[in-house]
């Protein structure tokens, strides 16, 4: 028996209670599929830009989607410190499985595109499609020194500044260990569905050629990459955002 979803305000998210009744914050709209699932970035929330856009295309549409934040993020309980890339892969695991039913497509940002490969590989009946923006798998390897990581076996984390935030950049011993534990870009990737990648060659935090070698490593036939040249990271921009509508419509209109 799957626990009830608990609605608030209708300006408020609603909230789903995992087994240990941690509850998770999500927005649902109902609609034609394949559902559309946005998975956002480290340190990020369901309320970005891109998130909020695309889920108004899909209303707009009549379309279905879900958009959620994992554990410790954005306005779901717990702590972020207490995160690992197994425990937010799992969230998401446990939303799509409550709350959608039949084919979805997953549309990940920066670590939501690495998390959404791992949702895709645990659910290859369900996944018939995945966007990836900026997608990061396996940052845990090649975003991290020597030094990074030296400290994170003496420290336990890792505090920087970025620019995205007002908060330092975390990253925990258990986070890092998570990830290193499910890379994805020494081996084949198992995935057969369409799999689209948006990368900006401006991008300062996770390097355009990651997303040639995640399209390297598909074993998909069907991986499209299109390079954005003056792109950043986030690829927010209006334009940004408008080429991430067309993408998502016409895999959606492909399936």
């Known amino acids: 028996m799957t626990t009830p979803i ?27 599929g394949p559902t559309l ?17 695309l889920h108004r ?3 707009a549409r009549g379309r279905a989607m879900l958009r959620l934040d994992y554990a410790g993020n954005g306005a779901s309980e717990g702590r972020f410190e207490e995160g690992t890339l197994a425990g937010w892969r799992d969230d998401v695991l446990l939303l799509m499985d409550a709350l959608t039913q039949g084919p979805v497509v997953l549309v990940g940002s920066s670590m939501g595109g690495w998390l959404a490969l791992l949702v895709a590989l645990a659910r290859p009946e369900r996944v018939v ?5 900026a997608a990061a798998p396996d940052f845990t390897e090649w975003g991290f020194t020597d ?28 986070f890092w260990q998570s990830g290193q534990a499910l890379r994805l870009l020494e081996g084949e990737i198992g995935i057969d569905c369409p799999v689209r990648l948006l990368h900006g060659q401006a991008d300062a935090d996770v390097p355009w050629e990651i997303a040639l070698r995640t399209a ?14 003056d792109g950043d990271h986030r690829l927010s921009r209006d334009a940004d955002i408008a080429l991430l ?11």
Do not use: H, N
């Open 37 to 53: 699932i946005f998975l956002p970035g480290y340190m990020s929330d369901m309320e970005g830009g891109k998130a909020v856009a």
């Open 147 to 174: 030094a990074d990581k030296a400290l994170l076996a003496t420290e336990g984390r890792i505090e920087e500044p970025t620019p995205y935030d007002d908060q330092p950049y975390v990253t925990t011993l258990a």
């Open 57 to 59: 295309w899909a209303q």
């Open 6 to 32: 608990a609605q608030t305000a209708p300006s408020l998210p609603a909230f789903f209670a995992r087994p240990d009744g941690l509850r998770l914050a999500c927005r649902r709209s109902e609609g034609v």
């Open 129 to 133: 499609g995945v966007v990836g923006i």
């Open 245 to 255: 509508i067309r993408t998502v419509a016409t895999l959606l209109d492909a399936l």
């Open 216 to 229: 390297a490593r598909l074993r998909s036939s069907d991986v499209q990459t299109l390079l954005i040249k």
